[in-house]
């Protein structure tokens, strides 16, 4: 009961946060000239009544120096409308300054963008989580011996390398020399097919990566001291082998840590790694907020922001929530 | 002040990183190979006729249809064409489309009436066994022919009464022109293209209620009758706030101007002024630096019909204004009482009374002849597209290649109402899948937004009744995959998946010389420095770089420049030094190129290299001998190649001569000796390759200082914050260098693309506030049977260039001279073009350092037709490309290659 009004709490001061934060973004943002795509020889006025035309601005004039301008109503009311727009009708608006994008429903292309980035994500970690954990379980268990230094060595090298090179020389050795596996993702729509999980591969080592390092480095370190614990010493006099008290005792104690780093490493990507994306040509999420913030499109803008938001803030509670099923003493919340 | 005037050009943005560009077109960019580098070199599939079955002026194939083959099919691999662009189209819709971006889907999916082709010996252009005379193409030579139309006719004397040609009109002919259509026009899904449809479509493209962006170019470029009163009918009408009265009448000074919005009409003759306008007082009679001060911030904020919106903002500086106005009339204004100047002030205002009277549609001049398949279009220039003898002219395809046509339904279940408090229409048209008809060799059939596309060959495209067709265009199907990274695209390009690639930094060291890269020289693209220099803006901002106003400091700076070794450390392999505002591509007279000595192409004018000549300091002595620095006695050809643009030692001196102007008078350009100057380098991103540019301006701006009071004192901010605004900022004077701004476009038509240099009012011009209408030239023209032949004449630059361009009369010029196309010698007209672009360059406003003459790769899988550009086929293009392995031969030989074809693309022979 106590974690339930935990969880209704966090809920609750989560979603106050979002708000908080949503409301801020948009008055900052409404603050801003307005973005327009004026092509040499087109005439501003026209621009700003075909915008207005589709629902994307109101209220357009000519102001002094000639810069249009447009919603003349104040700031919380335009904020209104966008909010009942959004709850009434489920528009987030329109792109009308991100060219490749321009007048494109900014949801849909959102959400027909989301599936390649979660599948590489997902990808990422059922692949990073496995290598990682065992990496450092075996580098814990054979501690100070060559099997630990060499993985020492391997986590000290994705952790140093940037991830753009190591992207880079996946790419150059697995994709161009060997030919293994294609330079790009594939367009195909149909995702769980061999050939689009194939094309994936590349990108999804570019990204584990620096996670299996990152994964192998904590379990290692918290697995060895572990390891040290006096409880491991009764465990073992209580007759239980080696490997019953390391996955029953040793692991889940070293997991407390871990997981949740799992955890949040798993949603934070969910926003996409720009880099990886463009240089696999994958169509996922990872530069339309850069791309939003470059162009100055608003309305995409608030959607990415609004979603990134709720991402962090989810992270948090999810994390924090996590706890307590890793670890049972764990109980938040209680008085 | 915004002025609606098509032209075929658009400015462009060089240096800018603009990877996801909507703004630019044609950019001259290490990203540009990303809008389609499929079109490197290769034209937009324009069907042609075989100049040995195009009747001259006439009627090919007059019933349409099947033809009679009489060309062999011949047995000619056929493949699919993979390659990349780093930005998505968004929107090709012929109404709207915004850059070149949008054109990549464009260009193959829509046609032309009329076409240019190779020109073949003898017309030959099969061999017996179907395949295309390759070594019959008569170099440099073309053919104009008919494609989707059967037959253009002159119909100017025939047409009804009411479109009110005069008998002068009807004699000369070229204002009316009857085209008839194939008759087996039809779009992919098999839909019937008749006549009506191309009435129906410009209907929807001038429709007022749409305001379609690209109507322009049919009623300001070709100008069809009434189609400009159409499509802003439902603009606002400016009525005078204080009605007009006579003599014996009271004034009605009831308006009320605080509550309602009013309007300054600088250029409006209807305000009480004795019939003049407020420009025209100030400009003629009253001529001060103040009053035409207090001109440029009204018309500064005019919108697109001349009139200034007047608020609480600007009320002052428009009362300013017509204090000065008054003057000429021996008005005081400071000593009228309050309700004097409150009454002259109105009469000088307007209101919006309404909006535009609608015009019918049967009043503009285009309308369909169904049962001819004919559509008829009645236009307010004349245009020569048909020569004496009947055959299509260079024009017709220039001019007149197609007009725009849409799929009626689709475009109709494409349209979207006006959001609510809203008045325009929008439509989606042709900007997914679902929205897009083809009438073109190739048809959409795949794609994603941010992805990819995939275009097949249309099988109801009527060119493949054509005989002319036969055996060409054997791409069958172009694959298109965004790429956004250099790298990936260039590793595709070396493992075979991709069939081109661009010659960047990255790759220029070891492949310049490859046999497999193309160097384009067909490119209008001109691009270089701006330099802001409107001392009014400049002092009064906080930058200390009143300067720049000074004539010889931009001079130095432009002396200062290395063209070569910018082109070597900015843009290898991808531009050419270029000195002249308009580069090589630029022709004066294409219709008798291949017959003249300098090729018709403008920069191989005499009269050209010697204005430029004279614009980098050369002198020419009475023996027609060129000196120049340490040179001399040299011809006009030798010294035009000696040339660099680059003099140090010159330099030097102007930016001495520049310090002690500003030196002798600081106050005049606002400058404090304590401060340092700073100079907005204005940027549409932040990248790298961007500030390595503005690193490089400054280290030539330290060298040029060096050793002068203003050693050090020069600094060069990067400021990308204006994004893709970057020509808005640069023009407001936000930002003072615009690195790699230009213009491309119109190509065989300098004299009218030199206005967006020298011709405040266009809207292309970086430097507005230039006021060539108040800075006089003078120049002796040539002799000759033409208005003003042999006249020393002096008048305003602006003045000039609407002379030039046959416009003096209908813009108000002082001087009316008609010298525009076919009314003065050529040779008159180059002179004065020269004279502009002398006087422009020697401004140092705009400082043109590069050509585009990039260099594109075209992989071992295809080959193009001919090794020669050709100034209207290019390369021959998709058309004519050769396929030289199968996708089945292709694979093998990637796969025999080791996956990597660098060793093959290394090779020069």
């Given at each position: ?9 966090r809920?609750g001061?989560m979603?106050?946060t979002?708000?908080i934060?949503f409301?801020m973004?948009?008055?900052l ?9 004026v092509l040499?020889g087109q005439?501003?006025e026209?621009v ?5 035309g ?5 209220n ?11 919603d003349?109503v ?22 009308t300054t ?5 007048n494109?429903n ?5 959400i ?5 980035t979660?599948l590489i994500?997902?990808?990422s970690t059922?692949i990073g989580?496995?290598?990682g954990?065992?990496l450092?379980?075996?580098?814990a268990l054979?501690?100070?011996?060559w099997?630990?230094q060499v993985i020492?060595?391997v986590?000290?090298?994705?952790i140093s390398?940037?991830n753009i090179?190591?992207?880079l020389?996946?790419?150059?050795v697995f994709c161009?020399k060997?030919?293994w596996f294609?330079?790009t ?9 061999w ?6 591969i590349p990108?999804v080592f570019a990204?584990?990566?620096?996670s ?12 060895s001291?572990v390891l040290t614990g006096?409880f491991m ?7 239980l ?8 005792h ?8 871990i997981?949740?780093?799992?955890l949040g490493?798993?949603v ?6 720009l880099i990886?994306?463009k ?12 791309n939003?913030i470059?162009f100055?499109?608003y309305?995409?803008?608030m959607l ?5 938001t709720?991402?962090g803030l989810?992270a948090?509670?999810?994390?924090d929530?996590s706890?307590?099923?890793?670890d049972p003493?764990i ?5 | ?5 098509m ?9 800018l ?6 703004a630019?077109?044609?950019g001259k960019?290490?990203?540009d190979e990303g ?10 599939p ?7 079955t ?6 090919e ?6 033809e009679?083959?009489t060309i062999?099919p ?5 493949a699919?064409y ?9 929107n090709w819709?012929?109404?709207t489309?915004?850059?070149n971006?949008?054109?990549?889907i464009m260009?193959y999916?829509?046609?032309s009436?009329?076409?240019y082709?190779y020109?073949?010996e003898n017309?030959q252009?099969?061999n ?7 070594d019959g ?5 073309y ?17 009804d009464?009411k479109w009110?040609y ?6 000369e002919?070229g204002?009316a022109w009857?085209?008839?259509l194939?008759d087996d026009l039809k779009w992919d899904?098999g839909?019937?293209?008749t006549a ?9 493209l001038l ?5 379609n ?6 009623y300001?470029?070709?100008m069809i009758?009434n189609s400009?009163?159409y499509?802003f009918?439902?603009?606002p009408?400016y ?6 009265y006579g003599?014996d009448?009271?004034p009605d000074?009831?308006?009320?101007i605080?509550s309602?919005e009013?309007y ?5 003759t209807e305000?009480?002024?004795?019939g003049y306008a407020?420009t025209d007082?100030?400009t003629n009679?009253v001529?001060t ?12 904020e005019?919108?697109?019909f001349?009139?200034?919106?007047i608020?609480?903002e600007?009320m002052?500086?428009?009362?300013d ?8 009339f021996g ?9 004097t100047q409150?009454?002259?002030f109105?009469?000088a205002l307007f209101?919006?009374?309404g ?5 019918k549609?049967e009043?503009v001049?285009?309308y369909a002849?169904p ?6 279009l ?10 004496e003898?009947?055959s ?16 009626k339904?689709k475009y109709?279940a494409s349209?979207i109402?006006?959001a609510?408090g809203a008045?325009l229409?929008t439509?989606?048209y042709n900007s997914?899948?679902?929205t897009?008809a083809?009438?073109?060799p190739?048809?959409?059939v795949?794609?994603?937004a ?9 099988e109801?495209w ?6 002319q ?9 172009i694959?298109c995959?965004?790429?956004e990274?250099?790298?990936?695209k260039?590793?595709?390009?070396l493992?075979g998946s ?6 960047q ?7 310049l010389?490859?046999k497999?890269v193309?160097f384009?020289s067909?490119s209008?693209g001109?691009f270089g420095?701006q330099l802001?220099?409107d001392?009014?803006t400049?002092?009064?901002s906080?930058?200390?770089n009143g300067i720049l106003?000074?004539q ?5 700076f432009?002396l200062?420049?290395?063209r070569?070794?910018i082109?070597?450390?900015i843009?290898p392999?991808?531009a050419?030094p270029?000195f002249?505002l308009l ?15 300098d090729?018709g192409?403008?920069r191989?004018?005499v009269v ?20 120049g620095?340490d ?5 006009t ?5 000696s040339l660099?643009?680059?003099?140090p030692?010159l330099a ?7 310090i ?8 005049k350009y606002?400058y404090?000796?304590?401060?340092d100057i700073?100079?907005?380098y204005?940027?549409s991103?932040?990248?790298?390759k961007q500030?390595?540019?503005c690193?490089?301006?400054q280290e030539v701006l330290d ?11 020069i600094?060069?901010v990067?400021?990308?914050?204006a994004?893709n605004q ?11 260098i615009?690195?790699g701004?230009?213009?491309s476009g119109n190509a ?8 967006a ?7 292309l011009?970086y430097?507005m506030?230039w006021d060539t209408a ?6 002796t023209m040539?002799?000759g049977?033409y208005?003003?032949a042999g006249e020393?004449?002096?008048m305003?630059?602006q ?6 361009n046959?416009?003096?009369e209908t813009?108000?010029?002082a ?9 003065a010698?050529?040779?008159?007209r180059?002179?004065?073009l020269?004279?502009?672009?002398e006087v422009?360059?020697k401004e140092s ?13 075209l992989?071992?899988?295809f080959a ?6 050709h ?7 998709l058309?004519?490309m050769?396929v030289?392995y199968?996708d089945?031969?292709w694979?093998d030989?990637?796969?025999a290659?080791?996956?990597d074809?660098s060793?093959e693309y290394?090779?020069?022979?």
């Open positions: 009961m106590y974690m339930f009004k935990y969880v209704m709490k809920l001061l979603i106050c979002f708000f934060i409301t973004v948009y008055v943002i409404k603050l801003l000239p307005i973005p327009t795509n040499p005439d501003p026209i700003m009544r075909t915008l207005e589709r629902g994307w601005i109101t357009i004039r000519e102001g002094a120096n000639g810069v249009w301008e447009y003349r104040p700031i919380l009311l335009q904020y209104g409308t966008y909010l009942k727009r959004i709850v009434t009708s489920g528009d987030f608006g329109i792109a991100y060219g490749e994008y321009l494109m900014i949801w849909k292309v959102f027909n963008h989301l599936p390649p979660i994500n997902i990808y059922i989580v496995p290598i954990l065992g450092g379980i075996l580098a054979k501690k100070n011996k099997q630990d020492n060595v986590i000290i090298l994705l390398v940037p090179v190591l992207a020389m996946l790419q150059y161009f060997l030919g294609p330079l993702m594939s367009t195909s729509d149909d995702y769980f097919t050939e689009v999980f194939r094309s994936m990108a990204l584990c990566l620096g299996i390092a990152g994964y192998a480095r904590s379990t290692r370190a918290e697995l001291e006096e010493l009764l465990a073992r006099t209580k007759g082998t080696k490997r019953q008290a390391v996955l029953r040793a692991m889940r104690n070293s997991m407390v840590v997981f949740p780093a799992i490493e798993f934070g990507v969910l926003s996409g790694s990886i994306e240089m696999f040509a994958i169509n996922g999420v990872g530069g339309l907020y850069l939003s470059i100055q499109d309305d995409f803008f990415l922001s609004a979603f990134y709720l991402i989810t948090g509670i999810v994390i929530i706890y307590g099923f890793i003493r109980r938040m919340g209680a008085k | 002040m915004f002025k609606n005037k032209k075929k050009v658009l400015s462009v943005v060089l240096a990183t603009m990877v996801f560009s909507m630019a077109c044609g960019d290490e990203n809008k389609g580098s499929i079109a490197s070199g290769i034209q937009t324009a069907p042609t006729t075989a100049p040995t195009a009747p001259v002026g006439g009627d194939n007059p019933s349409g249809g099947e009679q083959p062999k011949a047995e000619i691999k056929q699919e993979n390659t990349t662009t780093s930005v998505m189209p968004s819709n012929e109404f489309y915004a850059d971006n949008d054109t990549q260009n999916i829509g046609s009436f009329f076409d082709d020109k073949f017309d252009k099969f017996a066994d179907g395949s295309i005379n390759k193409i008569v170099p440099g030579a053919t104009t022919n008919y494609s989707a139309a059967t037959k253009l006719e002159d119909v100017t004397s025939s047409v009464a009110g005069t008998d002068a009109q009807k004699a002919g204002y009857k085209i008839t194939r899904d839909t019937p293209i009506a449809d191309f009435e129906y479509s410009m209907k929807e429709d007022p209620t749409f305001m962006f690209r109507a322009n170019t049919y300001d470029t070709l009758k400009k009163a499509f009918s439902k603009s009408i009525a005078p706030v204080v009605p007009a003599a009448e009271t000074y009831s308006f009320d605080t309602n009013v300054l009409g600088v250029d409006s305000m009480t002024l004795a407020i007082l100030i009679y001529g630096a103040e009053a035409t001060a207090a001109l440029a911030v009204i018309a500064d005019a919108n697109e001349g009139y200034t919106l608020n609480a600007n002052q500086a428009a009362k204004l017509l204090a000065y106005a008054l003057m000429p008005i005081d204004w400071a000593g009228l009482d309050a309700e409150d009454a002259y109105k009469e209101y919006v009374s909006y535009g009277q609608e015009v549609w009043d001049g285009i002849i049962e001819e398949n004919a559509i008829v009645c236009l307010d220039k004349a245009y020569s597209f048909l020569k003898d009947g299509l002219s260079v024009w017709a395809p220039y001019y007149f290649s197609s007009l725009p046509v849409v799929h339904a109709e349209k109402a006006p609510a008045t229409w439509s989606n997914s899948l679902e897009t083809s009438w073109g190739y048809k959409l795949e794609f994603e941010g992805s990819h596309y995939k275009l097949v060959k249309n109801n009527y060119g493949w009744n054509m005989e067709y036969k055996n060409q265009y054997n791409i069958t199907a694959n995959r965004k790429v990274e250099f790298s990936t260039w590793m595709g390009f493992n991709y069939d081109d690639a661009s010659l930094t990255e790759n220029v060291a070891d492949y010389d490859s497999y193309y384009t067909t209008t001109t420095m802001y220099s001392l009014n400049l002092k009064n906080e930058n200390n106003a000074i010889e400091f931009r001079h130095a432009n200062a420049l290395n070569s070794d082109v070597e450390k843009w392999g991808s050419v270029c002249g580069n090589v591509a630029y022709y004066y007279d294409i219709e008798n190129s291949p017959e003249l000595e090729g192409q403008y191989n004018a050209a290299k010697e204005g430029i000549l004279r614009a980098y300091g050369f002198t020419q002595d009475a023996n027609g001998k060129w000196s620095g040179l001399s006695g040299l011809s050809e030798d010294a035009y190649d660099t643009g680059y003099n030692t030097k001196q102007k930016m001495q001569e520049a002690d102007i500003l030196l002798a008078d600081p106050e606002g404090d000796a304590n401060k700073t100079i907005v204005g940027s991103s932040d990248t790298d500030r390595f540019r690193s490089y301006l060298g040029l200082t060096k050793g002068t009071a203003l050693e050090g004192k600094k060069l990067f400021d990308a914050s994004g970057w020509a808005e900022a640069f023009r407001t004077g936000k930002t003072q615009g690195f701004y230009g213009f065989f038509n300098p004299f009218d693309i030199v206005g240099f020298v011709n405040p009012e266009d809207s011009n430097h506030y108040n800075i006089d030239m003078t120049l040539p002799a049977d208005a003003g020393t004449i002096t305003s630059i003045n000039w260039y609407y002379c030039l046959g416009l003096a813009e108000g010029q001087k009316t001279y008609n010298w525009g196309e076919g009314f010698p050529v040779e008159a180059l002179m004065i020269s004279a502009l672009e422009t360059i406003r705009s400082v043109m350092l590069i050509a585009d003459g990039g260099g594109s790769f992989g071992a899988k193009y037709f001919s090794e020669d550009e100034t209207f086929m290019g390369f021959g293009g058309r004519y050769e030289m199968t089945a031969e694979a030989f990637v796969a290659n080791g996956n074809l060793k290394m090779k020069s022979e």
